[in-house]
Nanobody, 126 residues
Framework: QVQLVESGGGLVQAGGSLRLSCAASGRTFTIATVAWFRQTPGEAREFLAAIRWSTGTTHYPDSMKGRITISRDNAKNMIILEMNNLKPYETAVYYC???????????????????WGQGTQVTVSK
């Protein structure tokens, strides 16, 4: 099993930046890919970014390129998400997720992922 714990959420002003952290523990040697999703009430979970645990290669949807960065610190078993120029509609719960081998190289849908953190609330004020 893998446990994921997010931190760094809170209130952000429109146009501002955020930095979220995800601490992984447990059988981290089984992790293939880690990603971030977000979800607002009544909406589907939205893929934001993914990173391969061993190589650090990354994947972003076109809608996020240039505004978001995912990185890792393997020594600390930590995954970092940084976003800038946030908008009020990006108020959501942000989730760190992971899966082991057997899935796609970069999962972009929620069902690709086996492990989920509890989520961290990010509120972007006008």
């Amino acid at each position: 099993q893998v446990q994921l714990v997010e931190s760094g959420g809170g209130l952000v002003q429109a146009g501002g930046s955020l930095r979220l952290s995800c601490a992984a523990s447990g059988r981290t040697f089984t992790i293939a890919t880690v990603a971030w999703f977000r979800q607002t009430p009544g909406e589907a979970r939205e893929f934001l970014a993914a990173i391969r645990w061993s190589t650090g290669t990354t994947h972003y949807p076109d809608s996020m390129k240039g505004r978001i960065t995912i990185s890792r610190d393997n020594a600390k078993n930590m995954i970092i998400l940084e976003m800038n120029n946030l908008k009020p509609y990006e108020t959501a719960v942000y989730y760190c997720v992971a899966y082991g081998g057997g899935g796609p190289y970069y999962g972009t849908v929620a069902s690709d992922y086996d492990y989920w953190g509890q989520g961290t609330q990010v509120t972007v004020s006008k």
